[in-house]
């Protein structure tokens, strides 16, 4: 839900991803393409200057920015005919893009036969009825067939994925990994037109400002000549490629790396692998630092501080009693997170920078988790050696709203209650275990729901 990425390259995910539920791709959310021989990027690869900040990936998490406003039909329905408004809407947005200087013939010929597309409104507004377990999530992310995949695709196409890696400072086993997550190495990318997608959720109102932009930005990749309109396919969000760029994201980060003028992220595997490095690099990648590692935690350990915004040295941590769960010395991190995806009982991580690097590209602590053990396990590297606790049943979302009503009521203020869980749901669960004394991780059970709902 890679949230998407804006590359060069071929495409195929519509999170993670993956970056990502609202990705094309199942997981997430972030990729059956010809892929083109690989070629060497050094020398022959350009991007456009980036902004100074990294945008996010996914488009589960739209910017906020709306340069543009178009005329502000009301919230569409899906089952409801909305050729006539559609019509309107795009006609007054063709005055707006030709006024951003997109060229006439664009307009006309792109923008202006551009269609509704009710599918694209009711899988923006689905919302899936049970939340996913994290072990669940890594069981498809991290399977054995993508990971052997992920070997193979590392393989064929060693000489555009170590260029891209000895360019940006990224190992070649996280861009493949980012590549699997997100399209599943490019068999998934996609198969809407991302200019009628947009438009669709530009017109329908719920992201309307966010879809806008995205629009915009679409038409200008393809005024730029980077692809043809009827080659810019992806997911129905609007993350495009391999990797499951956004439109703007592409045109801040997309990188030629093959050197035939184009950044094409649907068809050129240099051109995707260079973008995917290129946009982790800019989004604070430290080359030679590892994302970090699976942890013991000491028995004394307080489960609150299990959190990505508590950090500290990895010496502080060793002090602490945290060790590597094989015995192996820790990676030596500035500013490393223990994070416990499925709480006391489930296995521990310490992460550090790269970690949080790869949650530029997909807002989720489990779709990082799930890029950092592909590219580990590509590499050649063992899987997790915690057992995960499987005994454990996922909640609904209707239930993990009951659950948020419930701590509200007795004073664990756990935000809004909307069945998403999220940092204040989380901290007020956590009060609410301290109140009973048990282990505070914040992690929902159907326990802790029926002692909330008891008398």
């Given at each position: 839900?890679?949230?998407?990425?804006?590359?060069?390259?071929?495409?195929?995910?519509a999170?993670?991803?993956?970056?990502?539920?609202?990705?094309?791709?199942?997981?997430?959310?972030v990729?059956?393409?010809?892929?083109?021989?690989?070629?060497?990027?050094?020398?022959?690869?350009?991007?456009?200057?980036?902004?100074?900040?990294?945008?996010?990936?996914?488009?589960?998490?739209?910017?906020?920015?709306?340069?543009?406003?178009?005329?502000?039909?009301?919230?569409?329905?899906?089952?409801?005919d909305?050729?006539?408004?559609?019509?309107?809407?795009?006609?007054?947005?063709s005055?707006?893009?030709?006024?951003?200087?997109?060229?006439?013939a664009?307009?006309?010929?792109?923008?202006?036969?551009?269609?509704?597309?009710?599918?694209?409104?009711?899988?923006?507004?689905?919302q899936?009825?049970?939340?996913?377990?994290?072990w669940?999530?890594?069981?498809?992310?991290?399977?054995?067939?993508?990971?052997?995949?992920?070997?193979?695709?590392?393989?064929?196409?060693?000489?555009?994925?170590?260029?891209?890696?000895?360019?940006?400072g990224?190992?070649?086993?996280?861009?493949?990994?980012?590549?699997?997550?997100?399209?599943?190495?490019?068999?998934?990318?996609?198969?809407?037109?991302?200019?009628?997608?947009?438009?669709t959720?530009?017109?329908?109102?719920?992201?309307?400002?966010?879809?806008?932009?995205?629009?915009?930005?679409?038409?200008?990749?393809?005024?730029?000549?980077?692809?043809?309109?009827?080659?810019?396919?992806?997911?129905?969000?609007?993350?495009?490629?391999?990797?499951?760029?956004?439109?703007?994201?592409?045109?801040?980060y997309?990188?030629?790396?093959?050197?035939?003028?184009?950044?094409?992220?649907?068809?050129?595997?240099?051109?995707?692998?260079?973008?995917?490095?290129?946009?982790?690099?800019?989004?604070?990648?430290?080359?030679?630092?590892?994302?970090?590692?699976?942890?013991?935690?000491?028995?004394?350990?307080?489960?609150?501080?299990?959190?990505?915004?508590?950090?500290?040295?990895?010496?502080?941590w060793?002090?602490?009693?945290?060790?590597?769960?094989?015995?192996?010395?820790?990676?030596?991190?500035?500013?490393?997170?223990?994070?416990?995806?499925?709480?006391a009982?489930?296995?521990?991580?310490?992460?550090?920078?790269n970690?949080?690097?790869?949650?530029?590209?997909?807002?989720?602590?489990?779709?990082?988790?799930?890029?950092?053990?592909?590219?580990?396990?590509?590499?050649?590297?063992?899987?997790?050696?915690?057992?995960?606790?499987?005994?454990?049943?996922?909640?609904?979302?209707?239930q993990?709203?009951?659950?948020?009503?419930?701590?509200?009521?007795?004073?664990?203020?756990?935000?809004?209650?909307?069945?998403?869980?999220?940092?204040?749901?989380?901290?007020?669960?956590?009060?609410?275990?301290?109140?009973?004394?048990?282990?505070?991780?914040?992690?929902?059970?159907?326990?802790?729901?029926?002692?909330l709902?008891?008398p």
């Amino acid at each position: 839900m890679p949230s998407f990425i804006a590359s060069p390259c071929s495409l195929g995910r519509a999170p993670a991803l993956p970056v990502a539920a609202s990705r094309a791709h199942a997981p997430t959310g972030v990729a059956g393409v010809a892929l083109a021989a690989a070629l060497a990027l050094a020398g022959c690869a350009s991007a456009p200057s980036p902004p100074p900040a990294a945008k996010p990936v996914a488009a589960a998490t739209p910017p906020t920015a709306s340069p543009t406003t178009a005329a502000t039909p009301p919230q569409a329905s899906p089952d409801t005919d909305h050729t006539t408004g559609f019509a309107q809407w795009l006609s007054t947005f063709s005055a707006q893009a030709l006024e951003a200087g997109i060229r006439p013939a664009t307009v006309r010929d792109v923008l202006g036969k551009a269609q509704w597309l009710p599918r694209v409104v009711e899988l923006d507004r689905a919302q899936p009825e049970f939340t996913r377990t994290p072990w669940a999530y890594l069981d498809s992310a991290v399977s054995p067939q993508r990971i052997a995949q992920g070997q193979a695709q590392l393989a064929a196409h060693s000489t555009a994925l170590q260029a891209a890696a000895a360019r940006y400072g990224v190992p070649a086993s996280v861009i493949t990994a980012i590549w699997g997550m997100e399209s599943n190495y490019g068999s998934n990318f996609g198969t809407f037109r991302t200019v009628d997608a947009l438009a669709t959720l530009a017109y329908e109102g719920r992201r309307r400002a966010w879809a806008q932009t995205e629009l915009l930005a679409a038409l200008r990749i393809i005024d730029q000549g980077d692809i043809a309109a009827d080659r810019m396919i992806g997911s129905w969000a609007g993350a495009m490629g391999h990797t499951q760029f956004l439109p703007s994201v592409f045109l801040a980060y997309a990188v030629d790396a093959d050197g035939d003028g184009h950044r094409d992220i649907w068809g050129s595997v240099p051109d995707v692998t260079a973008s995917t490095a290129h946009f982790l690099a800019r989004s604070g990648w430290k080359s030679g630092e590892p994302w970090g590692a699976e942890v013991q935690l000491p028995p004394t350990f307080d489960h609150a501080r299990a959190d990505p915004a508590v950090r500290q040295t990895t010496a502080q941590w060793e002090s602490e009693g945290v060790r590597s769960i094989d015995g192996a010395p820790l990676p030596d991190l500035a500013g490393a997170s223990i994070v416990t995806p499925a709480g006391a009982r489930g296995p521990a991580f310490l992460v550090g920078n790269n970690f949080r690097t790869i949650l530029r590209y997909n807002n989720s602590v489990n779709y990082a988790l799930g890029v950092a053990l592909l590219a580990r396990q590509i590499d050649g590297g063992g899987p997790v050696a915690t057992p995960w606790p499987r005994d454990i049943e996922p909640l609904s979302r209707a239930q993990l709203q009951t659950l948020q009503e419930a701590l509200n009521r007795k004073g664990f203020a756990a935000g809004t209650p909307d069945g998403v869980m999220g940092p204040a749901t989380r901290a007020g669960l956590r009060g609410y275990q301290r109140s009973l004394g048990t282990v505070a991780d914040g992690y929902p059970t159907l326990e802790l729901l029926q002692k909330l709902q008891a008398p």
